[in-house]
């Protein structure tokens, strides 16, 4: 129950830290991708920084919850960042939800109750996981985030920023399982700084923030929440799947279970197109009535 609470309140922090950083990052020139000179004019912005902090937060409680749960219990819940990123972006824009972004709530909500409720994964050690298997799992993960970064780089506008957003959420998942294997080694009564997943988790994480700012820098969060938001918990169940050995219920469990995971993909496609998840369409309706902006509108000044 704690690791539940925990990843809830992480979800939380992250879609704070997603809508301040989204808010800085959405001035800065497409030229400045991937670069470092980016990071230096982000960093001088509050809201940003303001946004690390709290991105920090989650990720230290997003840690714990993971260490004293199951990676395939608890990591469905970040999909609850999207509802929760829908409304700081409506309280920070002053505007109100829509028939269609409560319905949108409601179908995640069913959805991931009926996930998690009928999966309700047991067993699994990630610490007697053998290093092959480590490696192949790595292996795997990391070329699919590679592809996704090359697309994304190719890419221009909102097909960048999607892009890069599937491949920030399966990065992130890929860290989270290695932190699950932090926590099970030091379980066992190794060492934090003799285990090698610590190591691969200051490589891994660092990436993926640099992926997340890019995603957030590319388009609108209507364009890079979606995929970010449904990857991380997705790569994070197969690991814990796949390569820790948990075992989900089966049977009528086990389509109940993809019923939900239907339902929750369903609620987040159709709060993604939520207009309040452009803040440049949300300041335009704060004026006095022009027509709404397109998602691509605020890379093209």
């Known amino acids: 129950m704690l690791g539940v609470v925990l990843m809830i309140v992480a979800a939380g ?19 400045r991708s991937f670069s ?46 999207l509802p929760f990123t829908l409304l700081l972006a409506s309280w920070m824009f002053t505007l109100h939800l829509g028939r269609r972004d409560w319905t949108a709530v409601v179908l995640q909500t069913v959805g991931l109750g009926a996930l998690v409720g009928c999966l309700s994964p047991t067993g699994g050690d990630p610490g007697a996981v053998p290093v092959s298997t480590w490696a192949w799992g790595i292996g795997l993960t990391a070329g699919g985030v590679l592809i996704l970064v090359l697309l994304g780089y190719r890419a221009r506008h909102e097909h960048r920023a999607a892009f890069l957003g599937v491949a920030t959420g399966a990065a992130f998942g890929l860290n989270s ?58 790569v994070s169940v197969a690991w814990g799947l796949a390569v820790f050995n948990e075992q989900g219920r089966t049977g009528w469990f086990l389509v109940g279970a993809i019923a939900g995971a239907l339902l929750v993909g369903a609620g987040t496609v159709l709060l993604a ?10 300041n335009e309706d704060e004026g006095s009535g022009a027509a709404r902006s397109s998602p691509v509108a605020d890379r093209r000044r």
């Open 273 to 282: 197109r939520s207009p309040l998840l452009d803040p440049d369409a949300s």
């Open 177 to 234: 399982s290695l932190i699950a294997g932090v926590g099970a080694s030091v379980g066992h009564g190794g060492s934090l700084f003799t285990t090698w997943q610590t190591y691969a988790v200051a490589v891994v994480g660092p990436a993926s923030f640099f992926l997340l700012q890019n995603a957030l820098e590319g388009g609108s969060l209507v364009a890079s929440q979606p995929g970010f938001t449904l990857t991380n918990p997705a």
């Open 36 to 81: 470092l000179r980016m990071f230096l004019d982000l960093v001088r912005r509050p809201a940003w920084v303001l946004g690390i902090l709290s991105m920090l937060t989650g990720f230290l409680l997003h840690a714990v919850s993971i260490s004293v749960s199951r990676i395939a219990l608890v990591q469905p819940l970040l999909v609850v960042e």
């Open 13 to 31: 922090l992250n879609a704070l830290a997603s809508v301040l950083q989204r808010r800085a990052a959405r001035d800065e020139p497409e030229s």
